[in-house]
C-alpha cells in the first residue's frame, strides 16, 4: 500500500519548517527563517512539540530527513524572543516546551536522519535522537547558549552528549563549551558520515530511499526498538535537567 500523497494540513502550519514527502513517504522537514538559516526564537521552541507530535502521528511517513537551510543547522538565537527566563511562570513554559519536544521527537516511530548542513551550536540534542547522522565537511558541534548565559545545560544536552561521547568526555564537552568539527565528530562516534555540502542532502535521500524498500512495520518497530534506552534516558533526566536550568534562570536576577 503506498502512502497518501495528500499534503496534511500541517505542512503549512509552522513557519520555520518545510516540509516535502514523496511517494515512498520519505519527509523532509528543513528548518529555516524566511526561507533562510534558522534562526532559534521563542516561536519555535513553543511551535516544534507540536510539529513533531504531528510528525509522529501521521502514518503516512516511513522515513524523516531532519536538516536546516544554507550554511547551518542552528547556529543563531534570538534571546529576547524567548521571554523572561528569570520569571517562575515564564520558565514553567519552557520546562514544559523542553520535556514535550525530546519526547516527541524520539516518538516518532520510523528511522530518523539528521543531515547537518552547517554549525550546530544550539539545540544539537535534537539530533542526537536520530538514527543516523550526517554531516557537511563545514559542520561543527557546540552547546553554546547555557554557559554563555550562566544557567545549567540541562534541556537534554546533559543526558544525550554523555551518552555518545561517554561520561567523562561528555561532561568535558558540556562545560569547556568545546567546539567538535565534524571530523573529530565522526572520529568520536558521534557522526556516521562526513560529505561535501553539495552531497549531503543527495547520500540523506540515498540512504532514506535505501530504507524505504523495508516493509513499513519493519521501519516503525526498529526504530521503537533502537530508541527504547535513550526514551527511558530522556524520561529519567531531562525533566530534572530543565528544573536545575530553571533555578539558575530565575537566580540571574540577583547575579551581579
Known amino acids: 500500500m ?42 519555535a ?28 543547522w542552528i547556529a543563531q538565537i534570538d534571546f529576547n524572543s524567548l521571554g523572561d527566563v528569570t520569571n517562575p511562570r515564564e520558565w514553567d513554559k519552557t520546562f514544559w516546551e523542553g520535556k514535550k519536544v525530546l519526547q516527541n521527537l524520539l516518538d516518532i516511530e520510523v528511522p530518523v536522519i539528521s543531515a547537518v548542513n552547517g554549525p550546530a551550536l544550539l539545540h544539537s540534542e535534537y539530533i542526537l535522537t536520530t538514527d543516523i547522522i550526517l554531516a557537511s565537511e563545514n559542520a561543527t558541534f557546540q552547546d553554546m547558549p547555557h554557559l554563555n548565559a550562566g544557567i545549567v545545560p ?4 546533559h543526558v544525550l552528549w554523555p551518552l555518545v561521547l561517554g561520561p567523562s568526555r561528555g561532561r568535558y564537552f ?34 532514506a530511499r535505501q530504507l524505504a524498500k523495508q516493509p513499513t512495520l519493519t521501519l516503525r518497530y526498529t526504530r521503537v526498538a533502537l530508541t527504547q534506552r535513550i526514551k527511558r534516558l530522556a524520561t529519567e533526566g531531562i525533566g530534572y535537567g ?3 536550568e530553571g533555578i539558575t534562570a530565575t537566580d540571574l536576577r540577583n547575579a551581579e
Open 154 to 157: 540541562g534541556d537534554g544536552v
Open 2 to 43: 503506498q502512502p497518501n500523497t495528500e499534503q496534511p494540513a500541517y505542512f503549512s502550519k509552522y513557519e520555520n519548517l518545510h516540509f516535502y514527502r514523496d511517494e515512498k513517504g520519505i519527509l523532509e522537514v528543513k528548518m529555516h527563517t524566511d526561507s533562510g538559516p534558522f534562526i532559534f526564537t521563542g516561536t
Open 45 to 72: 521552541h513553543r511551535q516544534f512539540p507540536d510539529a513533531f507530535y504531528d510528525i509522529s502521528r501521521d502514518r503516512d511517513n516511513r522515513i524523516v530527513i531532519l536538516t536546516g537551510t544554507g550554511d547551518s
Open 242 to 244: 530543565l528544573a536545575l
Open 174 to 207: 558540556l562545560l569547556t563549551q568545546e567546539t567538535l568539527s565534524a571530523q573529530q565528530a565522526h572520529q568520536l562516534g558521534v557522526v556516521n558520515e562526513v560529505l561535501p555540502s553539495d552531497r549531503l542532502m543527495e547520500r540523506a535521500w540515498e540512504l
